[in-house]
């Protein structure tokens, strides 16, 4: 057997490699490197995909998220609604531009922002919701949306864990993740469902002129060049990169299947522990399993993880502290206490391995390693 790793990016790349290798070879014969043709043509066929009008790249998740909130207009006075059991980037970019971010707790089944707590927390400042799309199943976007569109609240996805998750509304309507607010927000990162060879981002959205100002702040604000009608930023998506999830894309359904194969082993294998709570999904939305995580009842969350390190599996804890108790924003002045859920949460959670390189030996050796624990 292998040695188990969180995730196999190794092991992918070279059940892949010639595309892979075809597609950097076609960019270095061109030297396009910064918007060369893949970069449109990854949007397009990232568009079709997804079943979004338009498609913006960018240079990261973060950058897509910082984007979307300027084009929307976004600063000082204003409130963002952001689910307390989070990665830190929404936060930081809602603090970046100035604004205020208010923070929720989330649902205690599927870990994502809790809808009641999210229509208590709106103000007459409140502009932007931004659902997180949690370990890659979507949030609770039919509720969102209607609380979105009462109040006339503007609604960001960052659905940079949950490319390919689908979410289907009580009238029958289908959509993927990043293409039910007005901005959804997708990350490449080497280690996401749909990763590159470095840093990436997108920003979608079904709205044309949203499209442009998008697109225009991620050009240093100009939509001509060297003419600046916003304040901007430089961020792009390398051709090389754009070139690598061209042809990482078409193999996008089968990560997924692959991810949900090693869940559904984890489901079966480990069910009846009473200790372990295994991973909630809701009725309307698909799991793409970016993480695969457990609450780890009666505090054995780190005997747990030392105990799998020991028998060499890795693990992780994401997230080891609430964004409301992050050093950095003590200045919001929240307190332990405030999401319970969230902080609970931080002391149960533990991430098994996950990728699409998972051998059955691998995953029968890990399921066994923890129905044997000892704790
Ligand atoms: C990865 C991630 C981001 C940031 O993406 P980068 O490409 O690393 O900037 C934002 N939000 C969530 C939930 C993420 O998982």
Known sequence: ??????????????????????????V????AFIQGSPVFDFEQQLAQYAGSKHVVSCGNGTDAL????MALGIGEGD???IPAFTFIAAVEVVALLGATPVLVDVCDDSFNM??????????PKTKVILPVHLYGQCADMEL????????????????CQAVGATYTFSDGAMKQAGTMGDVGCLSFFPSKNLGCYGDGGAMMTQDADLCERLRAICKHGSKEKYHHQLVGLNSRLDTLQAAILMAKLPHLDDFIAARGFAAQY????????????????????????????????EGKRDALKQYLAAKGIPSMIYYPVPAHLQPAYQYLNYKEGDFPVAEQLCR?????PMHTELSENQLQYICKTIVDCPL
């Open 1 to 26: 057997m292998n040695p188990i790793q969180m995730v196999d990016l190794k092991s992918q790349y070279l059940r892949i490699k010639p595309e892979i290798d075809a597609a950097i070879q076609r």
């Open 28 to 31: 270095l014969d061109s030297t």
């Open 66 to 69: 910082l984007a979307a909130l």
């Open 79 to 81: 409130e963002v609604i």
């Open 114 to 123: 809790d809808v009641h707590a999210l229509e208590k927390a709106v103000t």
């Open 144 to 159: 969102i949306l209607k609380i979105a569109k009462k109040h006339n609240i503007k609604v960001i996805e960052d659905a």
């Open 266 to 297: 984890y489901y079966e294998a480990l069910k009846g522990l009473d200790w372990i709570e295994l991973p909630v999904i809701k009725e309307n939305t698909t799991h793409t399993f970016h993480q695969f995580t457990l609450r780890v009842k």
């Open 348 to 352: 149960e959670v533990l991430s098994l």
